[in-house]
């Protein structure tokens, strides 16, 4: 998905992870953002981002719904056993305005950010965690799965 092309569709999820992308590559300066690619061998971000040649790296998960929210918290990379192999030093999770009253239910180690119509508020910052070697090699394995994918082909 493009950083620059916004989706129609305001209150859709595609919305959020294109503006979470361009959150990314504007605010949080990030030289490299992926959104929704599939790669690598573990979670698949809605968007993430490298900064500082890749030494560090921001993960957005984009949740339009509570159910959604509840169903992401199940997830083996959500649990306290998993998360330094999670994806992200730091971690967000990007909700429409007015979707939580209440941002307890939300791991105190991710950061929060509320999207009102175009514009992108931090709640509250993430904590930044240190990777482990699976987490960085997961990572290196979603940017190598991204560059396999635009590689220009064999020109004979």
């Given at each position: 998905?493009?950083?620059?092309?916004?989706?129609?569709?305001?209150?859709?999820?595609?919305?959020l992870?294109?503006?979470?992308?361009q959150?990314?590559?504007?605010?949080?300066k990030?030289?490299?953002?992926?959104?929704?690619h599939?790669g690598?061998?573990?979670?698949?971000?809605?968007?993430?981002?490298?900064?500082?040649?890749g030494?560090?790296s921001?993960l957005?998960?984009?949740?339009?719904?509570?159910?959604?929210?509840?169903?992401?918290?199940?997830?083996?990379?959500?649990?306290?056993?998993?998360?330094?192999?999670?994806?992200?030093?730091?971690?967000?999770?990007?909700f429409?305005?007015?979707?939580?009253?209440?941002?307890?239910?939300?791991n105190?180690?991710?950061?929060?950010?509320?999207?009102?119509?175009?514009?992108?508020?931090v709640?509250?910052?993430?904590?930044?965690?240190?990777r482990?070697?699976?987490?960085?090699?997961?990572?290196?394995?979603?940017?190598?799965?991204?560059?396999r994918k635009?590689?220009v082909?064999n020109?004979?």
């Amino acid at each position: 998905m493009s950083v620059e092309k916004l989706p129609v569709d305001v209150g859709s999820h595609a919305f959020l992870v294109a503006r979470a992308a361009q959150w990314l590559k504007n605010t949080r300066k990030c030289a490299v953002v992926l959104s929704e690619h599939v790669g690598g061998y573990s979670e698949t971000p809605d968007a993430i981002g490298w900064k500082c040649g890749g030494r560090h790296s921001i993960l957005v998960e984009c949740k339009n719904s509570r159910a959604d929210f509840f169903r992401d918290k199940k997830k083996i990379w959500r649990s306290t056993l998993m998360e330094h192999d999670a994806l992200g030093m730091q971690r967000y999770y990007m909700f429409p305005k007015g979707l939580f009253l209440d941002y307890s239910m939300v791991n105190p180690k991710w950061g929060i950010l509320e999207l009102s119509g175009n514009r992108v508020k931090v709640i509250r910052d993430a904590f930044k965690h240190v990777r482990s070697d699976f987490s960085l090699k997961s990572e290196i394995s979603l940017l190598w799965s991204k560059l396999r994918k635009l590689q220009v082909p064999n020109v004979r």
